[in-house]
Each structure stands twice: as C-alpha cells, then as structure tokens.
C-alpha cells in the first residue's frame, strides 16, 4: 500500500487546461463518432429495408 502512495507522488498531473483542452477533444470525439454511427446505422436500415421489398 505505501509503494502506491509514493508512486502517486511521481504522477505528474495534468494542468486545468491540459486538462480542459483534452476534455474537449474527448467530448468532440464521442459527437463526431455518435453521427458516424447513427448515419451509417440509418444507412444500413434503408439498405436493408429496401432488399427485404424485393
């Protein structure tokens, strides 16, 4: 348990903004991913829609 507290004291923590600036990469990240998913989902919805009408 001691070995882990002096490994924490090694730790070089992020400043507030390092800290804010990757937040708003992660944050950027997740949007940008969420529509690629939703449009490529809605795609395949109507891709597959359209061959069960045939």
Request: charged share 25%; glycine share 0%.
């Given at each position: 348990m001691?070995?882990?507290f002096k490994e924490?004291?090694?730790v070089t923590w992020p400043t507030a903004s390092e800290l804010r600036r990757d937040s708003?990469?992660?944050i950027f990240t997740i949007i940008i991913t969420a529509i690629f998913l939703g449009v490529t989902d809605e795609l395949v919805n109507l891709?597959?829609?359209w061959f069960i009408r045939l």
């Open positions: 001691i070995k882990a924490l004291k090694k708003v990469v992660v891709a597959f829609n």
